[in-house]
């Protein structure tokens, strides 16, 4: 990533990944809508002040999209994996224990984020989640998911969510978010039973 992969701009803070493994790998994430506000504001303060430092006239030179967005302080090159990564990845086994990684991270991300959209579109879910009192299941936050995968146009509200969610994720397939990264869809389909026999018509056995 580079400085001009991110976006900051009347509240909102994107993230633009312009390369991956595959051409569905492309795509722009709303960090100020996936991210928990605290992380969000983290990040808009560490990306002003990586500007800042580049404003200097000893880097006139550079283009915008040559300075690394994660690099040491006034060096526009990007951190080696040796600097950054490694340990990041040390202080997660630390406290959380296992082999855990980065890409536990986006599994844990896929996860979530089906959850709050199954909330999103099921008022009382939420409510029924061991996390519920966690920032990203409150009514705001909900509602700020809701405008990004509605906009103004709810005729449609939902028809799309899991190719959206596929979009968000960077995955080819939709087979691949469903089958090998989410690792909730137990908790949905409890409530999806819940809501077909507790809710929904009843049918008498003669």
Known sequence: ??????????????????????AAATRSIPLDVLAPPKVV????????????QFADPRFKGWKINQIALFGPRDNPDRYTREALIDPIIGLMREHLGGEVD??????????????????????????????????MFQPEALAQLRELFDGETRSRAGTDDHILMK????????????????HTLDWIHTDVMRRAYNEGPRVKVR
């Open 1 to 22: 990533l580079t400085l001009k992969d991110v976006d900051i701009d009347h509240g909102e803070v994107r993230v633009t990944v312009s390369e991956g493994k595959t």
């Open 41 to 52: 504001r983290w990040f808009r303060e560490f990306a002003e002040a990586r500007r800042q």
């Open 102 to 135: 980065f890409h536990l991270l986006r599994h844990s991300f896929v996860s979530w984020l089906i959850l709050r959209v199954y909330a999103m579109r099921h008022p009382g879910f939420a409510e029924t989640l061991p996390q519920k009192a966690a920032t």
């Open 167 to 182: 979009d968000l994720i960077g995955h080819e397939d939709l087979r691949t978010s469903i089958l090998h990264y989410t």
